[in-house]
């Protein structure tokens, strides 16, 4: 069972304390339930002993039942808790381009669908495990009444093994296909939350989304799961049959082979009656644990496929000290990615290109030119294929590149805001949080208080803004900001191409900006212009015509 060897993996010793828990415990039910076998034709027994036994056994069940519920509870809960932890610690440490080739429906599925599934089974596994064995309790104390009944009961048992097999097989094909079309309709899901406003604005195209792509993967993964579950049920009313035949063949078949009397068929029929719950939840138990090996396993080869490319990033890296660096180069870099819709592979590059400490370039060309991903190569969230990135003239590397990467501070087009300030830890950060939010006009929507944001409900130029606070906040070397400026006012605009943008530049600071600003070009020290993925020139402004606004005048 995939389940248990997930929980044998994890720790062999508890399972195995728990497991001799659970003995203790079906041993201590088959003990009552002889009990009251006897209670039922007490001749020869003290009714003094048969209460005391009574008692005794009425403290000690619950209690060895409690021990390995608990054991299995809280192991089922800290494997859980690891698996989790170490799902999204692979998520983060598998290379960007990898995850977004692999898709957030895929892994969001995986967070939220397959990790809850395995988590509702391993609540009842503690559960399932007592009944066990009760079942074997029962078993052996059966075959004490009479070996000839315990032998019609395994060969019931076997049979029903036999004949269970088969569909279940076929059950799990189902659950797989479920599986399966679940991050299909994760994806339809994340269309009809962020496409909500253009579904709602076309009428056809809101009825084709529903009809034609939502509800017939939704059908399918009901018909799927609905022929699992039949499956299921169907197989587990079978088992059922088979106790009830067994049942019959010992009232009425068992007394023409020999003769009994009337406590032995009642001891037979009370000991396999006794069973039948047990029985009848570990039938029931059956279809969960199928979806639950089913989920553990996708989440299992997601594991696999998040390291099959590297691993990057998981050792701590301590904040950098403060010191200058000459240069930072691209040299020879070449990229090649699959672009959406198209059928064959975009080239960037080879790309030469040089940014200096204290200057401002700005990078411009058109859409799909390879802005945004050259921006990745060069912070280091995509490693070239062919040529090197180098800082003061050392080669980044596997080894290196998670300290690389502490150099830069971006701001990219589809940024992630968070609600604290996390990983800020300055004695004065609310302090410094607040002159940056005077500075970003931003006091009037915004407090900060022990580094936790007071609201993230903004318009996105204003989010923009705040996540500019974040990378002030950071202090690094070396800024990025892809397309900041294009949700801002004009007011707004102003300020970041003749405030904040100089303001950097005094402080030292390099900055590459991502730009269809033209009017602004002018505020920088050169531009490098993209091309089809190649770079069409890389100039100092002085050597280009370029436009200079005359920026109005603005208050901090």
Known sequence: MKLLSFLIRYSPGSVAVATLAGIISGVSNTALLALFNVALQPKGYSKTALVTSFIALCLFLPLTRSVSEMLLTKLAQNALFDLRM??????????????????????????????????????????????????????????????????????????????????IIKAMHYFNRAREGADALFTHFRALTSGAKELKLHQRRREAFLTQSLQSTAAKLRHDNLAGMRIYIAASSWGQVLVFVVIGLVLFALPSM????????????????????????????????????????????????????????????????????????????????????????????????????GEVAFLVGGNGSGKTTLAKLLIGLYIPEEGEVRLHDQPVTDENRELYRQHFSVVFSDFYLFESLLGLDSPKLDEQARNYLAQLQLTHKVEVKDGVLSTTDLSHGQRKRLALLTAYLEDREIYVFDEWAADQDPLFKEIFYYQLLPDLKEKGKTVLVISHDDRYYHVADHIIKLEDGKIDYDQNVAGLEVTARQPVSVSR
């Open 86 to 167: 170490r799902l999204s610690r692979q998520m983060l440490s598998a290379p960007l381009r990898h995850l977004e080739e692999l898709g957030a429906p895929r892994l969001l599925t995986a967070l939220t669908d397959d990790v809850p599934v395995i988590t509702g089974t391993l609540v009842v596994f503690p559960l399932l495990c007592i009944n066990i064995a009760i079942v074997i309790g029962g078993l052996v104390y059966l075959g004490l009444l009479s070996w000839i009944v315990l032998l019609m009961v395994l060969a019931a048992i076997v049979l029903g093994v036999l004949t269970y097999q088969l569909p």
């Open 258 to 357: 020999q003769s009994l009397d009337v406590r032995a068929l009642t001891g037979y029929t009370i000991t396999l009656l006794y069973l039948m719950t047990p029985l009848q939840v570990i039938m029931n138990t059956v279809p969960n644990l199928g979806r639950a090996s089913v989920a553990l396993q996708k989440v299992e080869k997601l594991g696999l496929e998040l390291r099959a490319k590297g691993i990057e990033g998981e050792s701590y890296v301590s904040p950098l000290p403060k010191k200058n660096w000459q240069r930072l180069e691209l040299v020879g870099v070449t990229h090649r990615y699959r672009r959406e819709g198209e059928t064959e592979d975009f080239i960037l590059g080879p790309l030469d290109l040089t940014l200096l400490p």
